[in-house]
């Protein structure tokens, strides 16, 4: 069936960089962009960006620019999300999120299980 | 913080209805007929409920409607079961393909 099944939970220190991955099955990977979601414990979602999955070519929303790098590896179906310089306040889950129509971004019908980045000395 | 405004919780009993606002500005809910709705329950990852303002995708109840207005998207959720009990997210497009989350509704079923 599709999902999409990402890395398991990080515990880093601050300063240090952390890559998440998203491995997408059950269906033509590059066919459909990836969003990437923020949460923070007890807070609400944040949209980070999306990359196309065809092109290779990233949009960052507002706030995640510099330190924020989606990727792709389409050979193994897999999108990826690197946080680098890490500070505490990056510790929340990170969702990615395929995108469901042909105009992204625009709605997301399948979601990964959630990454939890935990940023602490 | 989100720019866009949601109430921070509503409450109902089983088999009313209830309506979730998601009040933004012309630069993204009146300005584009794209806004989706998601339901979080806790621990878990959102689910997409409602797409391009009103929109239902496969296996979703019907009891889940939604509406836009001026600046103003709604999802009203009838006949309330427990199991909807969840947190809400509308998330409308913002212009140059970008997307923004709403702050959250806390759905309580009494």
């Known amino acids: 069936q599709v999902q999409l099944v990402q890395s398991g939970s990080e515990l880093k220190t601050p300063g240090a960089s952390v890559k998440v991955s998203c491995k997408a099955s059950?269906?033509?990977?590059?066919?459909?962009?990836m969003n990437w979601v923020r949460q923070a414990p007890g807070q609400g979602l944040e949209w980070m960006g999306w990359?196309?999955?065809?092109?290779?070519?990233?949009t960052y929303a507002q706030g995640f620019t510099g330190r924020f790098v989606f990727s792709l590896d389409t050979s193994v179906r897999t999108a990826y999300l690197q946080i680098s310089s890490l500070k505490a306040e990056d510790t929340a889950v990170y969702y990615c999120?395929?995108?469901?129509?042909?105009?992204?971004?625009?709605?997301?019908?399948?979601w990964g299980q959630g990454t939890m980045l935990t940023v602490s000395s | 913080q989100s720019a866009l405004t949601q109430p921070r919780s509503v409450s109902g009993s089983p088999g009313q209805s209830v309506t979730i606002s998601c009040t933004g500005t012309?630069?993204?809910?009146?300005?584009?007929?794209?806004v989706s709705w998601y339901q979080q329950h806790p621990g878990k990852a959102p689910k997409l409920i409602i797409y391009?303002?009103?929109k239902r995708p496969s296996g979703v109840p019907d009891r889940f409607s939604a509406s836009k207005s001026g600046n103003t998207a709604s999802l009203t959720i009838s006949g309330l079961q427990a199991e909807d009990e969840a947190d809400y997210y509308c998330?409308?497009?913002?212009?140059?393909?970008?997307?923004?989350f709403g702050g959250g509704t806390k759905l309580t079923v009494l």
């Open positions: 999120a395929r995108e469901m129509t042909m105009k992204p971004p625009h709605a997301f019908d399948i």
């Open positions: 059950g269906y033509i990977f590059t066919t459909y962009a």
């Open positions: 990359i196309n999955t065809n092109t290779g070519n990233p």
């Open positions: 012309r630069n993204d809910v009146g300005g584009y007929n794209q």
């Open positions: 391009d303002v009103s």
């Open positions: 998330c409308p497009y913002a212009g140059s393909y970008t997307l923004v």
